[in-house]
């Protein structure tokens, strides 16, 4: 008849191996993405129930937003934008390239908004621009984290 191939009981023994060659900074920087998104989903939430107190505190950053309706899109893209970290965390942590290659990238544009936060003086920004300058240089350039992602 058919033959078939035991490929179960091999994915179980590549991926038990593959978990124990995870390196430990892969590790710190998944849950540091899962915590920006439980941070960025609470943000978000907290927009779309609060919307009055939501506008103050947006003036307060100089966005002068008048309609509810872009309030509540606000609300929801800051939502979304954490499930989406939470995706990039997850894999991160499973060890997939293209967490990897997303990491790089949303580091390098937190990088460019942290200096243009700098630039008007929010210096509270420096410890989000070393951790993502530190995320940018060990997935892209250590040799462990590149092996572990091969």
């Given at each position: ?53 939501s506008r103050i505190i947006l003036e307060g950053y100089g966005l002068s ?59 509270s920004v420096i410890f989000f621009l070393l951790i993502d300058g530190l995320?940018i240089w060990y997935l892209a350039f250590n040799k462990d984290a590149k092996?572990?992602?091969?």
């Amino acid at each position: 008849m058919y033959a078939v191939k035991k490929r179960s009981s091999n994915k179980k023994e590549i991926s038990s191996k593959h978990k124990k060659d995870i390196p430990l900074s892969v590790k710190v920087i998944s849950v540091y993405y899962f915590i920006i998104a439980f941070f960025s989903v609470l943000a978000g939430v907290y927009i779309l129930i609060f919307k009055d107190f939501s506008r103050i505190i947006l003036e307060g950053y100089g966005l002068s937003i008048t309609s509810s309706g872009m309030l509540s899109g606000i609300g929801i893209l800051v939502a979304a934008l954490g499930v989406f970290y939470i995706f990039i965390g997850k894999d991160l942590w499973r060890v997939r390239n293209w967490a990897r290659v997303v990491a790089i990238i949303v580091s390098s544009l937190s990088i460019l908004d942290s200096l243009v936060n700098l630039l008007y003086g929010e210096f509270s920004v420096i410890f989000f621009l070393l951790i993502d300058g530190l995320i940018i240089w060990y997935l892209a350039f250590n040799k462990d984290a590149k092996k572990a992602f091969s």
